[in-house]
Every structure is written in structure tokens, then in C-alpha cells.
């Protein structure tokens, strides 16, 4: 079955350092890959998805990730954080086996200093 | 525009209560889908409708019962929830079901439901 792990629950970074969250996933072949943002009390925001090609995404927000396949990783980075960057952070796979299920990793939570 | 809307924002009803949360999109995508969210914790998936059918229930009660009017619209009636009921209720929509060529969800901002 296929699986997600977020291996961080929160991570705190100074204002303007560089980020990087982790992701690793369990499956066989290559999935699509999905990162989505949540602030406080709201819904959720697709930064930027892997589906084939270039391993290196581009996503919205100035965030960035990148596939690595012999890693099974797909960490999501941002060169520069701002305060409005703090939120819950879930990387998602789609599921192989069903066409409608995305597996959700746990979520880290980015805490940003000032 | 990629926008999808929920009303209402919040919602506070009691046991007894009969209540329904809604759900629209204009981006013509023809897969719709419910999911609960508690606190610090990914969404978990109710129901998906493809093309206005059912497609899925992941074996939720049948206290939530949902109802797809048309292509845009997606209701969700809620009928004697419980106190765990309480969670942020989300919508998302796609433009099909992934099959193989995976389709993003785009989700509305979610109705805060508390059950008292």
C-alpha cells in the first residue's frame, strides 16, 4: 500500500532563512505528487503538483520542489520565508490503486520567527 | 478562477438538528468531493461524485448524506450529528477522477462545524 511520511510535525524558521520541508513516499512505481498549504482555519492550497518530466516544480507563493526518485523524496523548499508563510503543509500522493484517493502525509507545521 | 465556495463560514447546531452545508464551483470540473478535517490532522475523504453520481462513500454514517443537485453544486445534510462530528468540513472539485492522468483538487475554505 502505498503510504506518506512527513518526518517533521513542526519546523521553526527565521524570517527570510531558506525552508525546507520533507516528504518521502511508498510506492513502486512514480506517483503524482502534491503539495498543499493550509493557514489557520482555512482550506486548502495547491502550491504545485509532479506528475512527469522535469524533476525540479515550480509552484506558486515562490516555492519550489523536487522529485527524487532513488530518494522516494519530493522535499517542497522556498529560498526566503516571510511571516505569511506560517501554515500546516501536507504533501499528498495520488493514490495508484483508486482513481479519486489522495494519501495525505500528517502535515508539518512551519513556524516562522520574527 | 479556480475558486470553489462553501456556506456557511461556521455552523453550530444541536443533536436534534437538521442542517446542510454547501458547496459550488464554476470551473466545470466534473468530480466533487467531501472530506473532514480535525484539529492538526490531514483530510480524511467522505464521498466523491463523478459526474453527478456517487462514485464513492467511505463508509460514513449515515447521518451525513450527501446530494448532488448539478454539475456545480454539492450539499452535504447533516441529521442528528454527534459531539465528534465537530471538524472542518471541506469541498474539493476536479476536473475528472484521476485514472491514471491525476487531476488536482482545488478546495473551498471549508464550513467550521460544531456539534453541541
Known amino acids: 500500500a502505498q503510504s506518506v511520511t512527513q518526518p517533521d510535525i513542526h519546523i521553526t524558521v527565521s524570517e527570510g532563512a531558506s525552508l525546507e520541508l520533507r516528504c518521502n513516499y511508498s510506492?513502486?512505481?512514480?506517483?503524482?505528487l502534491f503539495w498543499y498549504v493550509q493557514s489557520p482555519g482555512q482550506g486548502l492550497q495547491l502550491l504545485l503538483k509532479?506528475?512527469?518530466?522535469d524533476t525540479l516544480v515550480q509552484g506558486i507563493k515562490g516555492f519550489e520542489a523536487e522529485f527524487k526518485r532513488s530518494q522516494s523524496s519530493f522535499n517542497l523548499r522556498k529560498p526566503s520565508v516571510h511571516w505569511s508563510d506560517a501554515a500546516e503543509y501536507f504533501c499528498?500522493?495520488?493514490?495508484?490503486?483508486?482513481?479519486?484517493?489522495?494519501?495525505w502525509g500528517a502535515g508539518t507545521k512551519l513556524i516562522i520567527k520574527p | 478562477d479556480t475558486e470553489v465556495t462553501q456556506t456557511p463560514k461556521h455552523l453550530v447546531m444541536g443533536m436534534t438538528n437538521k442542517k446542510s452545508l454547501k458547496c459550488e464551483q464554476h470551473m466545470g470540473h466534473r468530480a466533487m468531493y467531501w472530506y473532514k478535517q480535525k484539529a492538526k490532522k490531514p483530510p480524511e475523504l467522505m464521498f466523491v461524485?463523478?459526474?453527478?453520481?456517487?462514485?464513492i462513500n467511505e463508509s460514513v454514517p449515515s447521518r451525513f448524506s450527501p446530494e448532488c443537485p448539478n454539475s456545480s453544486l454539492l450539499n452535504l445534510h447533516l441529521h442528528a450529528l454527534q459531539p465528534e462530528d465537530s471538524a472542518l468540513y471541506l469541498c474539493?472539485?476536479?476536473?475528472?477522477?484521476?485514472?491514471?492522468?491525476?487531476?488536482?483538487?482545488?478546495f473551498g475554505p471549508g464550513t467550521r462545524l460544531t456539534v453541541t
Open positions: 509532479y506528475f512527469s518530466g
Open positions: 510506492y513502486g512505481a512514480t506517483p503524482y
Open positions: 499528498a500522493v495520488d493514490n495508484m490503486d483508486s482513481n479519486y484517493q489522495l494519501i
Open positions: 461524485y463523478s459526474y453527478e453520481k456517487l462514485s
Open positions: 474539493a472539485s476536479s476536473q475528472g477522477l484521476a485514472g491514471g492522468n491525476s487531476y488536482e483538487q482545488y
